[in-house]
């Protein structure tokens, strides 16, 4: 099939970018959009022209690396999926992709459509961990952990911190990277001593980083490749104002 | 053949690694925080050595090319991570954890590096729990297992189809919990192009800046690897598009000592290749075969529908074949046997290159939701890859390159040939031997980063105490930067007409055809000729476009170039080893029923290779392999 490709390009993070208009022809059906590209900067070397750089490792939906907007859409038009895992039999014959970085005050733009999610780190950096150094670890099957408590801790923890729930929220805000993994460490009885603390410490540092409030518009959980649900920050928001009002 | 000490500690093979830490030297807590220690990559290896090493109170300098420490490769190990913790009460035992990763390596592995995997496997998962990894459980609360290839007891651990991007996160987080306290300082997007030696010892690395383009000099006390795998070097694999050799290529360059060079498994259950353009066979867990049957058709050139075939003209070859392990037969021999039918004619699919994994026994027996429980993710997987419904007809799975037995020589330690430089996780040679069992990659990762490191580590830093601290001023500095930079400036101004990827997808043909699954001596032969002509074209006919910042194609020439060094050592390696074990299957070299024929007699060595310089043949020296607690075997499956 041939597609007609609007691509965002930007030389780096303080340059104006623009939409750029690319012709391909000869894309098959069972290729993955990121096997789409790489056939479309096979064909800008042979021209002589600079690639276009995205973010992607893994190809197989697990890293988080990937992330595109396509038609408006964080990972495009399937529901759950990452930018690696969308294959070319959603698009047809003559179509127009709009294809562009993720977007937030908190995520800058490198390059074309490669972004800086470090924000995330620093809000796992913040918080988001069990304070057990190595050593310190009791036998496993001391503490006894309900087979849907730990299924309902996994829930959470799948996010693999892809920004698409960022991207995708009008207000930008990183709710749903931040309550999954509170909520994974606070289900789990290992990490519920810590828990009023790194709310408080992984929330502040969210609003810090600039990313937005959330106001319930449930695009996030759409977009999730995990599916993550957004009960998650209904939970992390209950757990904060008690941590505040209870902190001392 | 001083170079060849693997410091094996006195004792018996129980006491050993005991007799190691007893005697091991220690830091003074005061002294721990004027000692940097680099690590480069950030999987399961290097973020737990980094943090453990943190938590001792030395400071750590953390390194990956992925945009955050999170993504490395590791995240993508599906299936699970294996403990001698005997929870099903079956008969597993360190020992048998021992033996069977001894037997499943194909006796080409240390005894006694073997035995610590299985010694430590148990407190990972305490580790792990205690860090939050959600492993399933059972109703009453506990540790649920599964089994996995090559054994016949239960002791996989593991967390739905994610076990991989469970751990790692554990490792990552523990990792941020120590640069929040100042004792980790993380370089994402910067890849190490060399490492610097100072008096013979590793006391730094040259890095690049990936977003800027920037050349950067790093100083520390020691150096560790952990970059994993060389698997792409297929370019059709299971790994992730950025996995490289280059961080232990260009320290093999500098004198580090490489073995088992062409031990590569082959994963049995892959998605195979449907078109030109591929850029990943995507793996599919091997827990699939715990309920999955692996079948082809009984007649060549059956064109029915899989459903359509009746029972008695299906081939459950694995189960012909191994009636003792059946479908869970090791990766090694499932993936021989795969490529045994797909090339006398009976591969399905509409390449003709996939064996079936039907799943409709066990959803007779189990329903969907058990099924979906233990294997959702998956299914959904290759539903999204394939557009089809593998709860209604079976999967089309194939053989692809995947993990790298073979890598950097250490020695009991975790040190490479060159003092100061570790080599920890899959970027060392060590512990699968010629073959490596399902869910003990995890584990080895985990357990050189989380319990071996932290006390071999430590125990070399003790003499470098007084040896001055290391400086970005020295000259070594000075004259491995230039060497990047020249090389980089290289790549700019060839102007050819060839991009990197023509290049990478040339060689990965070549040695998945010359040497992949099967290998044999005329093949062998052409292949070094072929690489040696692609190099000489790669200098003369690549194409970079763009400029020296920002650039993947520029990061790719570098990866590559080290690819088509490191595949001429590869056929090499399986040249000189005359005889079949594990993954290395030589034609010359099998029995009457296609089985891999071992040479105990003349092979009972690792082959350790040596550079000794550009264009020059390698050097080959041989660690004998002692065996002193279990017999060579023919290794039988049947």
């Not at chain 2, 000489?536 to 690549?542: A, I, S, T, V, W």
Request: proline share 3%.
């Amino acid at each position: 099939m041939k597609l007609n490709l609007k691509i965002w390009r930007q030389e780096h993070s303080e340059a104006k970018g623009s939409l750029v208009n690319y012709q391909l022809d000869g894309v098959t059906t069972h290729m993955s959009f990121l096997e789409m590209l790489d056939m479309l900067n096979e064909t800008l070397i042979q021209k002589g022209e600079r690639v276009i750089e995205f973010d992607h490792d893994c190809r197989e939906g697990i890293c988080g690396q990937c992330g595109l907007m396509i038609n408006g859409r964080a990972h495009g038009p399937l529901k759950h999926t990452t930018t690696c895992q969308l294959h070319m039999r959603s698009f047809k014959d003559g179509d127009t992709v709009y294809i562009e970085p993720f977007r937030a005050n908190a995520f800058r733009v490198l390059k074309d459509l490669k972004i800086d999610r470090s924000s995330f780190d620093r809000i796992i950096k913040a918080g988001g961990y069990i304070s057990a150094s190595t050593g310190q670890a009791p036998e496993a099957n001391s503490i006894p952990i309900g087979h849907e408590q730990a299924e309902a801790a996994f829930d959470a923890a799948a996010c693999i911190g892809c920004g698409a729930c960022v991207a995708t929220c009008k207000n930008s805000s990183a709710a749903l990277f931040t309550a999954a993994k509170a909520v994974h460490l606070a289900i789990l009885p290992q990490g519920q001593i810590e828990s009023a603390g790194r709310v408080l410490a992984m929330v502040d540092k969210m609003d810090e980083e600039g990313f937005g409030h959330c106001s319930n518009t449930e695009a996030c959980e759409v977009e999730c490749p995990q599916g993550i649900s957004v009960l998650h920050i209904a939970e992390l928001n209950f757990r904060y104002h008690k941590s505040r009002l209870l902190k001392k | 053949m001083s170079k060849l000490d693997a410091k094996i500690p006195e004792g018996s093979l129980e006491d050993k690694w005991s007799n190691f830490k007893n005697k091991a030297r220690l830091v003074n807590p005061a002294n721990r925080k004027k000692m940097t220690v680099i690590v480069v990559g950030t999987g399961l290896a290097g973020a737990s050595c980094a943090a453990a090493l943190a938590e001792q109170g030395y400071q750590i300098k953390s390194f990956c090319f992925q945009d955050t420490p999170r993504r490395a490769h590791s995240v993508a190990a599906q299936g699970g991570v294996n403990a001698a913790k005997n929870y099903k009460n079956d008969g597993d035992s360190v020992y048998r954890m021992f033996y069977d990763t001894i037997k499943g390596g194909d006796f080409r592995s240390r005894e006694a590096n073997v035995y610590r995997l299985a010694e430590c496997s148990a407190a990972l998962i305490d580790q792990a729990v205690a860090q939050g990894v959600p492993f399933a459980r059972e109703y009453g609360g506990y540790l649920n297992n599964r089994s996995f290839g090559g054994v016949q007891v239960s002791r996989t651990f593991y967390a739905r189809g994610q076990t991989g991007q469970q751990l790692l996160l554990g490792a990552y987080q523990a990792l941020m919990r120590q640069e929040n306290l100042g004792k980790v300082k993380t370089y994402s997007r910067h890849e190490m192009l060399d490492l610097v030696l100072i008096d013979g010892k590793a006391k730094g690395i040259i890095s690049r800046d990936l977003v800027t383009g920037e050349i950067e000099r790093h100083a520390a006390d020691a150096v560790v690897l952990a970059t994993g795998g060389y698997g792409k070097i297929y370019y059709l694999s299971t790994l992730a598009m950025g996995c490289n050799a280059s961080a232990i290529w260009r320290a093999h360059k500098k004198g580090a000592l490489m073995a088992g060079v062409s031990w590569i498994q082959f994963h049995p259950t892959c998605l195979p290749q449907s078109g030109e353009n591929q850029s990943k066979l995507t793996l599919m867990s091997e827990s699939l075969r715990n309920d999955g049957r692996i079948w082809v058709p009984l007649l060549p050139d059956e064109k029915r529908a899989a459903a359509a075939i009746p029972e008695a003209e299906r081939d459950y070859y694995l189960e012909r074949r191994y009636p003792a392990f059946g479908n869970l037969s090791p990766r090694d021999i499932s993936s021989r046997a795969a490529k045994e039918r797909i090339d006398a004619g009976f591969g399905v699919g509409p390449m003709k290159n996939a064996v079936y994994l039907d799943f409709s026994k066990a959803l007779a027996e189990q329903g969907k939701e058990k099924i979906k429980e233990k294997y959702g993710n998956l299914f959904a997987m290759y539903e999204k890859i394939n557009g089809i419904d593998a709860y209604n007809e079976p999967m089309l799975i194939s053989p692809a390159a995947h993990f790298t037995m073979g890598g950097l020589w250490i020695d009991y330690e975790m040190m490479t040939s060159i003092p100061g430089l570790f080599a920890l996780g899959e970027a060392n040679f060590s512990d699968h031997g010629a073959n490596r069992l399902g869910a003990n990659s995890l584990l080895q990762a985990c357990v050189d980063g989380y319990f071996i490191a932290p006390y071999t580590i430590p125990n070399y830093l003790a003499g470098e105490l007084n040896t001055g601290k290391p400086d970005t001023s020295h000259p070594a500095f000075a004259d491995a930067e230039n060497a990047v930079k020249a090389q980089l400036a290289f790549f700019m101004q060839c102007k050819g007409s060839l991009s990197v990827d023509y290049f990478h997808k040339t060689l990965g043909k070549l040695l998945y055809d010359k040497c992949g699954l099967s290998r044999n001596k005329t093949g062998l032969e052409e292949a070094i000729k072929e690489i040696q002509q692609l190099r000489e074209l790669f200098k003369k006919e690549l194409r970079i476009t763009g400029d020296a910042g920002l650039n993947s194609e520029l990061e790719k020439a570098g990866r590559v170039a080290d690819y088509l060094e490191l595949g001429e050592l590869m056929c090499e390696d399986a040249l000189q080893r005359a005889e079949s074990c594990g993954a290395h299957f030589r034609e010359e070299f099998q029995t009457a029923e296609g089985e891999a024929l071992r040479d105990d007699q003349d092979y009972a060595y690792v082959s350790v290779w040596e550079w000794t310089g550009k264009d020059q043949p390698h050097l080959l020296h041989k660690e004998p392999l002692v065996f002193e607690n279990v017999s060579l075997s023919v290794r039988s499956y049947k």
